[in-house]
């Protein structure tokens, strides 16, 4: 990791050398886009195999400079967070890149795609040097933080479904605002690298929402650009843009409410703090300074924070007692799982999640989507390795979690495709389809079916997607 890093960095920084002449002689040379649209493809020049899409605002000009948020999903879907970043890219005058070619795998190719979408893009867009922003999804979250951590290029890191900062980065001035669903498997590691970054004078700040391991929407995307333009305004970066600052004391402001309703004081004594702070100076904070007042005769902030943190450490050890008994599955040379013990794991989480309590419901879906995720991703290896005890045993692990779900029938698609029994596998495909498989980078990459393409029945069925 260490060399891929520094290759991206000495490009980077070359190339920031190189945009820093004369702003007419740059300015020539960038070209025009249709404005106001996604697009889906740009092949870059130096590496017709590498691609981004990208979205421009109307409001783009050649000859100005421009912020940017360069995005890196963990399936190389370029065009959708560009899609989804589309409407607060216009309204707060974004360009939007997305890598098509960045996705979890091998570092080489990893920076491959972002070396060449970076020089391909300041060689023929407007950026401002100053106003360079990561944004990530996942592995791509990761890809993001990698490269925050090692240059002093960019100004910040949107992170979604996964946080990650180095422990001994300077991160004074950059901006950090992490989005993770409530369900995600990643919330802890997400809420703590936001926590920590309080004691390194860090401007950061956090965003929950009721979603899973997944891209954030449109909503909260938007609250993001919002948050990074405040940044800018404080740090003198832009000046300030009254509309700007009132529409994000206003969303601020339905946050804290939908979060007191929700029952999380953590979560809104959390908020109102970082409006108090993302707020100073550009507009009256009278009544967000007497709700934080009231919050602190009802609660104690920081033992709140104590405690949160707490539990989300014992939910920890929990996963980490779920991936030792996945573990003990595989090495042990019984020919199927323990049943009964699943069993009563399954009727814990299930028991979970009938509570009242909204933490103990996300608490018991965070935990079952990080089971099923482990033991899909090794079912998967297992099958392509032709290694099909263990591939059955993470299938039963998790049929047991999830007997209905759409992927529990993919997989077993992927088993019978595997086997050559075509029908069986097309009818768990076609229930696939039926509960809910949408995914059609996640199909075309895992290359169960490479050698079916051509089946009819496969081509009727993928129309579909």
């Not at 300041?122 to 890809?143: D, T």
């Not at 992170?159 to 802890?188: H, K």
Request: with cysteine; net charge positive.
């Amino acid at each position: 990791m260490k060399n891929y890093i520094n290759i991206i960095v000495l490009f980077i920084g070359a190339l920031f050398c190189s945009c820093s002449g004369n702003n007419k002689e740059q300015n020539k040379a960038k070209e025009e886009f249709e404005r106001g649209v996604v697009h889906s493809k740009i092949v870059c020049k130096s590496d017709s195999l590498q691609s981004y899409a990208m979205y421009l605002p109307y409001s783009y000009n050649p000859a100005k400079k421009h912020p940017v948020v360069f995005c890196f999903d963990s399936q190389g879907r370029g065009a959708l967070p560009v899609a989804l970043f589309k409407d607060a890219a216009e309204k707060y005058g974004y360009l939007i890149i997305g890598s098509n070619n960045s996705r979890n795998g091998k570092i080489e190719e990893i920076h491959r795609a972002a070396n060449a979408m970076f020089e391909d893009c300041y060689k023929r867009l407007a950026i401002n040097p100053e106003r360079v922003y990561l944004c990530g999804f996942s592995g791509g979250a990761r890809v993001a933080g990698y490269l925050l951590a090692n240059s002093s290029d960019f100004a910040g890191l949107i992170a979604c479904g996964a946080g990650y900062i180095s422990e001994n980065q300077n991160v004074a001035d950059l901006d950090y605002f992490g989005i993770i669903g409530f369900e995600d498997m990643n919330y802890g590691e997400l809420v703590k690298t936001d926590l920590s970054l309080a004691t390194k004078k860090c401007k950061h700040r956090m965003l929950l929402f009721n979603g899973t391991h997944e891209w954030p929407g449109e909503k909260e995307l938007n609250i993001a650009l919002e948050w990074i333009t405040i940044q800018a305004i404080q740090r003198g970066k832009m000046k300030k843009e009254p509309v700007v600052v009132d529409s994000y004391y206003m969303n601020a402001g339905q946050e804290m409410r939908d979060a007191e309703k929700a029952g999380m004081p953590f979560y809104s004594g959390y908020l109102i703090r970082c409006c108090l702070s993302d707020l100073d100076g550009l507009i009256d904070l009278k009544f967000p300074k007497k709700a934080f007042l009231n919050f602190n005769k009802q609660f104690n902030l920081q033992q709140l924070q104590t405690d949160f943190v707490s539990a989300i450490n014992k939910e920890n050890n929990e996963v980490m007692r779920y991936l030792t008994l996945i573990k003990a599955e595989l090495q042990n040379p019984a020919p199927q799982i323990d049943a009964k013990k699943w069993k009563k794991e399954v009727e814990k989480v299930q028991s979970m999640k009938k509570t009242t309590s909204g933490d103990v419901y996300f608490r018991a879906k965070r935990m079952e989507n990080l089971v099923c995720l482990s033991t899909s991703i090794q079912y998967k290896r297992f099958l392509k390795n032709k290694d099909t005890k263990r591939a059955k045993k993470m299938l039963d692990i998790f049929t047991f979690f999830r007997p209905n779900d759409w992927e529990a029938e993919y997989l077993k698609a992927c088993w019978e495709i595997a086997e050559n029994n075509t029908q069986k596998s097309f009818k768990h495909l076609n229930t696939s389809f039926d509960k809910g498989l949408k995914n059609k980078i996640m199909f075309v990459q895992d290359g169960f079916f490479a050698d079916y393409l051509q089946n009819a029945d496969l081509q009727d069925l993928l129309k579909r997607f």
